[in-house]
């Protein structure tokens, strides 16, 4: 990525003042931004600040938690069966949406009226967009034990362990090393695996990097360097010590549903193992202690030491894993703006529809997660087409399947927009927008900060948003990354049944679902009806 930078936006299709584009490092955006933008743009704000105009009031009087929650029940019910990319339940919870967008929105063809480029590139105002994706399966009944005393029972999927979701399947029993946090980078300094020799063991990493280590490292990273040394397998687990994020967002040391995200060639199978299996595999070592496994993340956290010990520990890992061809389905739906000189402009308003569907005999069917941005989504779309008068730019819903796997629902817009991306003046992207400390986390990219406390004070939310800037992980990510302002809202606190089979509909806060859907709208006003 380049060098950040902030221009104030002046385009043929000229954006909102507000709104600022930004390619990287916000460092200098916001710099430049704070200083230009506090001179300027900001100001056609100054005399609305907290005033919402009365039609918006009006709008927001018509949000109503109880049909989000009826559409979080249908979607994490057990019809779409936990809504995973690329199989029937992806496509079937996409019709769902589809019809949804019909029976709102109509299907009638773009009229005369639209501007130039919806006309061209609208074949109808409802539509899906799909491409051809991998999904695996874990089969049911998978098997992991820690052998770590005689006779130990099966650790239990789910609370002591999870297979990588796309983990090939296993068939193996070898010692565990523990490698740190699984880092390999001689060059930098920080080679975990140095005088190591891993080949036909199982490797034990930590999530995550030391916050003194500079680079970015992810998961697969980490997979194919265990790979490329010979490790048969890998388990990894999250470390005692959790970093600011972690804490915030109430990361537990339960093991969580996720992609691995690896190149097929070149992995192997590979588990998330908990926080407590982790320790206790480290305090059954003859140097272990309780706090063994703290110990040593301590270490690797201050001092960036390798920290790496073979153990004696065996570990058998034995499931199917079936991989098939699918189809991954985006459903998208326009709303057209009325105001001639600005309908060609949009805000796209997200939320991902995917989870984790039925794996390794587990459940996942994912209401917080995100069931509940879905309903949002639906929401705001249902009280914006009951709106006579109609914003002035267009409003695009999408409903993104694949971001589980890896943002490619999102990825898969930006190759093909409905509105050209330089037209597009904010994606706002809902995921996890039920169940917390009944705040809203915002993060904002590519404009001002100001922006996203005006719309929660119009949504008389002002006492209970939390404004930031680059939330990490979503559908905005690839947005972020094409130059498109970017807003992320996500309830605040603790989700602690994230990633877990136990983010039922039972858990979701209607307050908090109802505080979320008034953000979004008032922000979408805002953004949509500015001059
Ligand atoms: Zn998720």
Do not use: C
Not at 204 to 213: A, D, I, N, Q, V
Request: aromatic fraction near 6%; charge should be negative.
């Amino acid at each position: 990525m380049s060098v950040g930078h902030a221009i104030l936006t002046a385009r043929p299709h000229d954006k909102p003042s507000f709104l600022i584009e930004s390619h990287s490092s916000q460092l200098i955006v916001s710099l430049i931004a704070s200083f230009l933008l506090s001179l300027a743009a900001t100001q056609s704000f100054a005399d609305t600040a907290g005033e919402a105009p009365a039609s918006l009031t009006h709008a927001l009087q018509l949000v109503s938690s109880d049909r989000m929650w009826a559409d979080i029940r249908t979607l994490s019910g057990p019809e779409f069966n936990g809504r995973r990319t690329g199989t029937p339940d992806d496509l079937s919870s996409a019709e769902f949406m589809r019809q949804r967008f019909l029976d709102l929105h109509g299907q009638r063809p773009p009229s005369n009226d639209l501007g130039g480029v919806m006309a061209d590139t609208l074949p109808g105002l409802t539509r899906m967009q799909s491409t051809s994706v991998t999904t695996t399966t874990i089969g049911d009944n998978p098997f992991l034990q820690f052998a770590l005393t005689p006779g130990s029972p099966p650790d239990r999927i789910g609370t002591d362990y999870l297979p990588v979701l796309d983990s090939p399947s296993a068939d193996l029993q070898a010692p565990v090393t523990f490698v740190g946090y699984g880092i390999s980078d001689p060059a930098g300094g920080f080679d975990e695996y140095a005088g190591l020799d891993v080949r036909n063991r199982i490797v034990l990493f930590l999530r995550g990097k030391p916050e003194r280590y500079p680079k970015q490292i992810s998961h697969a990273d980490k997979v194919l360097a265990a790979h490329a040394r010979g490790a048969l397998g890998y388990l990894t687990a999250t470390g005692p010590i959790l970093n600011a994020y972690e804490a915030r967002r109430g990361v537990t040391g339960r093991p969580s549903a996720f992609y691995g995200l690896t190149a097929p060639a070149r992995t192997i199978p590979g588990a998330w193992i908990s926080t407590a299996r982790a320790s206790a595999l480290l305090r059954a070592q003859p140097s272990g202690d309780d706090d063994h496994l703290r110990a040593l993340q301590q270490t690797l956290n201050e001092s960036l030491t390798a920290r790496s010990v073979g153990t004696d520990a065996v570990v058998t890992m034995r499931w199917h894993s079936a991989q098939q061809d699918g189809t991954l389905n985006n459903v998208i739906s326009i709303l057209p703006g009325h105001d001639a000189t600005h309908q060609d402009e949009a805000i796209v308003i997200g939320a991902h529809r995917d989870h984790f569907g039925k794996q390794g005999g587990l459940l996942f069917t994912g209401a917080d997660d995100n069931a509940s941005g879905t309903a949002v989504l639906l929401e705001i779309a249902r009280v914006l087409s009951a709106v006579p008068a109609g914003l002035k730019r267009s409003i695009v819903f999408v409903s993104f399947s694949g971001e589980e796997q890896g943002l490619l629902g999102s990825m898969l817009y930006i190759t093909q927009p409905v509105v050209p991306l330089r037209s597009t003046i904010a994606m706002i992207n809902v995921d996890h927008a039920a169940v917390g400390n009944g705040r809203l986390t915002i993060g904002v990219t590519g404009a001002e900060k100001t922006v996203a406390q005006q719309a929660g004070q119009e949504a008389g939310l002002a006492d209970r948003i939390d404004v930031f800037g680059f939330f990490p992980g979503g559908d905005h990510v690839p947005f972020k990354e094409a130059g498109v302002p970017t807003i992320t809202v996500v309830s605040g606190g603790v989700h602690p049944h994230f990633h877990q089979p136990t983010d039922t509909a039972d858990t979701v806060n209607p307050d908090i679902l109802s505080a979320a859907a008034r953000y979004v709208l008032a922000m979408v006003w805002r953004l949509a009806d500015a001059p």
